[in-house]
C-alpha cells in the first residue's frame, strides 16, 4: 500500500494532471503482462493504447534496440545513417507505396500529412492561396497539437486552446454523402481514422471507406488515413484499410511502429505527394534516428511475416465469442475487428471507469475510453489464456457470473 500511495502522491504532486490513471504503479512489464511496485502481476488490455501491439520487450525488438544502442543512436538528418535508408524502403514496400517521411509522435505525423496535404494542394492541384481545406470526422482523434485539436469535435480537446487553425470541415463519421458535399475545389484532403480508435473502436459501415476512395478520386482529393491506432496488425490486418482493400493516397503511422520501446511515426505516400516536401521545407531533429528506425525494422519484418495479424484474428474472434453473450446482461453494446473491442456498459451495471476498476482488483488492466465505453486492446502476443481471464475479469465486474 505505502509504495504505491507514495509514488501516486509524487506524481499527481510534480507532474501536471492531464491524466487521471487507475490507481495501479508499474514498475515492470513482460509480453501482455505487467507488474506493480508491489509485486502484483495484471494482463495489460490497454497495450499503451496499442503502441504495444508485440507486448512488452518482445525479445527480437529489445534483441535489436540493445545491439543499435551500443553502436549509433542519433545523427539528425543533416547526415545520412545506416538504419534510414533501409527502414524507408522496408516501410514503403509494406504500405505498397513509394516513400516515407519519418517522424516521432503521431500528432506529428499527423500534422505533417496535413502539411503535405496543403503543399501538394497549391503546388499540383492548384487550389487557390492560402484557401485549402481538409474534411474531417466528427468523434476523431488525431492529437494533441493546436492545429490537431482546431478540428477536435471533443469540447475537452480543444476547450480553452483558441485561436484555432483554419481550414477544416468536419462532416458525420460514416457518411459518405456529408464527405461528397464538403469536398469543393478547395479541398486537399479527407483526414480520417478507418476506425475510431479513442471514440470507442467505432467501425464505419461497410462499403465506407471504398465509397470515399470514389469521392476523393472524382474531386482529386487526397484520402488520408491515420491508421495509427489501427493500423500494424491490431484490427487482423496489416491496415484496417486492408478490409476493404482500399489503398489511401497517404497512411499516418505511428504508436506500435516503435515497438513500444520508443516513439516512431512517419507517413507513407507516393513520390507525386512527397515531392512537394523539399530541403528545409519539414523536418525534425529525432526524425528517422537510428535507434528508432533500426527497432522499426524489425517491427516491418514481423509484420511482413504476418503473424500478429493472424493473432489478432485468432485472438479477437475468441474475445468477441466471449464477449457476444453479455450483450443485454451488462453490455449494450459491442464492437470489434481483430483483437479491438469497444463495450458499452449498460449504465445499470455501472460506468465505464467504475467497470475498469473492478477489472484493476481482479488484475486486468483496461481503460474507459470515455462515458460507458471500454476500449479493450490486449497486446497481440496474449495467449488464449489470457483472453478467458479478460472475458471472464469483464463478466465479474458486471456481476453476470
Ligand atoms: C494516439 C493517436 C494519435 C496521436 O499520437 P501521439 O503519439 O499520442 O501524438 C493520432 N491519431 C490516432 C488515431 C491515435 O490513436
Not at 516512431?264 to 526524425?287: E, K, N
Not at 479477437?316 to 453490455?331: F, T, V
Request: glycine letters at 12%; a negative charge.
Amino acid at each position: 500500500m505505502g509504495a504505491t500511495a507514495d509514488h501516486i502522491r509524487l506524481t499527481e504532486t510534480y507532474a501536471a494532471h492531464n491524466y487521471r490513471p487507475l490507481p495501479v504503479v508499474l514498475a515492470a512489464g513482460e509480453g501482455a503482462w505487467v507488474t506493480d511496485v508491489e509485486g502484483r502481476r495484471y494482463l495489460d488490455c490497454l497495450a499503451g493504447y496499442s503502441a504495444l501491439n508485440f507486448g512488452h520487450g518482445h525479445p527480437r525488438l529489445l534483441g535489436v534496440a540493445h545491439r543499435q544502442l551500443d553502436c549509433l543512436t542519433l545523427t539528425s538528418r543533416a547526415f545520412f545513417n545506416d538504419q534510414l535508408g533501409p527502414f524507408a524502403k522496408e516501410l514503403a514496400e509494406l504500405t505498397g507505396k513509394e516513400m516515407i517521411l519519418p517522424m516521432n509522435t503521431g500528432a506529428e505525423a499527423v500534422e505533417t500529412s496535413i502539411k503535405v496535404a496543403r503543399k501538394w494542394g497549391y503546388e499540383v492541384k492548384g487550389v487557390a492561396p492560402e484557401q485549402a481545406s481538409i474534411v474531417t470526422m466528427s468523434g476523431n482523434f488525431h492529437g494533441r497539437t493546436t492545429t490537431i485539436v482546431s478540428f477536435s469535435t471533443d469540447p475537452d480537446a480543444f476547450g480553452g486552446y483558441a485561436p484555432f487553425t483554419p481550414g477544416f470541415r468536419t462532416v458525420p463519421f460514416g457518411d459518405v454523402e456529408a464527405v461528397a458535399t464538403a469536398v469543393d475545389e478547395t479541398t486537399v484532403a479527407v483526414l480520417l481514422e478507418p476506425i475510431q480508435g479513442e471514440a470507442g473502436v467505432i467501425i464505419p459501415p461497410d462499403g465506407y471507406l471504398r465509397a470515399l476512395r470514389e469521392v476523393c478520386d472524382r474531386a482529386g482529393v487526397l484520402l488520408v488515413a491515420d491508421e495509427i491506432q489501427s493500423g500494424l496488425g491490431r484490427a487482423g490486418t496489416t491496415f484496417a484499410c486492408d478490409h476493404e482493400e482500399v489503398a489511401p493516397d497517404i497512411y499516418v503511422l505511428g504508436k506500435a511502429l516503435g515497438g513500444g520501446l520508443l516513439p516512431l511515426s512517419a507517413i507513407a505516400a507516393d513520390r507525386a505527394v512527397l515531392d512537394v516536401i523539399t530541403p528545409g521545407t519539414h523536418g525534425s531533429t529525432f526524425g528517422g534516428n537510428p535507434l528508432a528506425t533500426a527497432v522499426g525494422r524489425e517491427v516491418v519484418a514481423m509484420l511482413r511475416e504476418g503473424e500478429p495479424q493472424a493473432l489478432a484474428v485468432e485472438l479477437g474472434a475468441q474475445l468477441e465469442a466471449g464477449l457476444r453473450p453479455l450483450i443485454g446482461n451488462g453490455l449494450t453494446e459491442l464492437r470489434s475487428r481483430g483483437l479491438w473491442a469497444g463495450i458499452d456498459v449498460d449504465p445499470a451495471f455501472g460506468t465505464g471507469r467504475e467497470v475498469c476498476e473492478r477489472m484493476l482488483g481482479l488484475g486486468v488492466l483496461a481503460k474507459e475510453a470515455h462515458g460507458q465505453t471500454v476500449r479493450l486492446a490486449p497486446p497481440l502476443v496474449a495467449s488464449v489464456d489470457d483472453i478467458d481471464l479478460l472475458i471472464d475479469a469483464i463478466r465479474r465486474s458486471l456481476g453476470t457470473s
